[in-house]
């Protein structure tokens, strides 16, 4: 089970962190990706990390605003996201998977469900 936090309301230009926990297996054996879904809109990839090394994948649009960690204490991969902009406004899911590519929706196994994102302009 996954389980997102930090969404919220913040006015454009200001900053989120989000967090995703794993309960009841162990993170460090996925790859963890971010995905947001804005209304009427198909659900998108944000980035992703993979415990095991710490490698981190972004979507070409997220690169530069948005970073993807891990914070080994409390086990979680966190999405900073910087530089907001109303665009940004979505639900937040995390969502996790066993292999190695990370852009795909329909590759993942275990979803979260899903923190609000609102950035007003």
């Known amino acids: 089970q996954l389980q997102a936090c930090g969404g919220g309301l913040v006015q454009a230009g200001g900053s989120l962190r989000l967090s995703c926990a794993a309960s009841g297996r162990t993170i460090s054996t996925f790859l963890v990706g971010w995905f947001r879904q804005a209304p009427g809109k198909e659900r998108d990839f944000v980035a992703a990390?993979?415990?095991?090394?710490?490698?981190?994948y972004y979507a070409d649009s997220m690169k530069g605003r948005f970073t993807i960690s891990r914070d080994t204490a409390k086990n979680t991969v966190d999405l900073q996201m910087d530089s907001l902009k109303a665009e940004d406004t979505a639900v937040y899911y995390c969502a996790a998977k066993y292999g190695s590519t990370a852009g795909k929706a329909s590759e993942y196994s275990y979803w979260g469900q899903g923190t609000q994102v609102t950035v007003s302009s």
């Open positions: 990390l993979r415990w095991n090394g710490g490698a981190t």
